[in-house]
C-alpha cells in the first residue's frame, strides 16, 4: 500500500466510533533520549505520529512549539538527524509518521533526496504551513513519485473556491485549523468552528482533523461528529513537560 494511502486508512479505520487522534511531537525534544522514547510512547496511543521539524522561525506556532524547537535546534537537531532516527524507530510500531516542517529545510535538504530518505526511514507524508498550494508542486510531483503524501491545511478564512482547491490537492487528510493565530494557547475554541468544520468535511473525500488548540476532553467532545479526528501538539508537549505519561494523557482526550 502507498504511504499516502496508509494515512488514509489508519484515519478511516481505527475499528470504532472514537475520534481519531493524531499527535504531535517536536523532533529531538527535549533531547535525543527521551524524544526516542515518547515517539514510541505515543504511537502506540494514537492513529498517526506528527514529528515537528524544528526551526528558528516557526511562524504558525505557540509559545510551547517555539520552545521546544529552540531547545531541539541548540541540541544541534536537524532534518538529517530525525530520518535517522525514525529509521530505527518507525519499524517498531504499526503506525504511519508524517513530518511538519517549514519549506527552508525541506529546500536546503532538496526534494528529490527528501523524498528517497523519508521513504526509506518510514515516513508517509508531510505537512509544510507556509508553502502556498500553487507553489506546491515541485515539492508535491517529489513526493508522489514516492508515494507520499502532501498534506494540504485549510482555515476558517478559506474562502469557498481555494476550499475546494485545498481538499482536491491534498493527499492522506485534510487538517483543519480551528482558528486564525498559531498553536496553542489558553483561550476556548470558538464555538462558530462547528459551522466551518461541517462545510470542510462536506467537501472534502478524505479524513479531516482538526487542529490548533485541542487541549482537553471536552474539546474533542465538541467537535466529534464535525471531523473525524483531532490533532494534538501543544497540549501534549505542555503536558510531557510536566511528567505525565503521554499516554495517559492521549487516552484522557478520548474517553
Known sequence: M??????????????????????????????????????????????????GIPFSDPMADGLTIQNASRVALKNGTTLKRILQWLAELVPEIGTPVVLMSYLNPLLAYGYAKL????????????????????????????????????????????SPQRLSLLCAKSRGF?????????????????????????????????????????????????LAGHVDGVVVGSALIDALDEGIDPAEFLAGLRR
Open 174 to 222: 485534510v487538517y483543519a485549523v480551528t482558528h486564525a493565530g498559531t498553536t496553542g494557547g489558553k483561550q476556548a475554541l470558538p464555538a462558530d468552528c462547528i459551522d466551518y468544520l461541517d462545510k470542510v468535511r462536506a467537501q472534502s473525500k478524505l479524513p479531516v482533523y482538526a487542529g490548533f488548540g485541542i487541549k482537553s476532553a471536552a474539546d474533542v467532545a465538541m
Open 2 to 51: 502507498m504511504p499516502a494511502r496508509q494515512i488514509t486508512v489508519a484515519l478511516t479505520g481505527n475499528g470504532s466510533r472514537r475520534p481519531g487522534l493524531i499527535a504531535y511531537l517536536t523532533g529531538g525534544y527535549p533531547n535525543e533520549q527521551r524524544f526516542r522514547k515518547y515517539f514510541l510512547q505515543i504511537a502506540a496511543a494514537c492513529d498517526l505520529v506528527e514529528v
Open 115 to 158: 523524498a528517497k530518505d523519508a521513504l526509506k526511514a518510514g515516513v508517509s507524508g508531510f505537512i509544510v504551513p507556509d508553502l502556498p498550494v500553487e507553489e506546491a508542486a515541485p515539492l508535491a510531483g517529489a513526493l508522489s513519485k514516492s508515494g507520499l503524501a502532501l498534506i494540504q491545511l485549510v482555515t476558517p478564512l478559506t
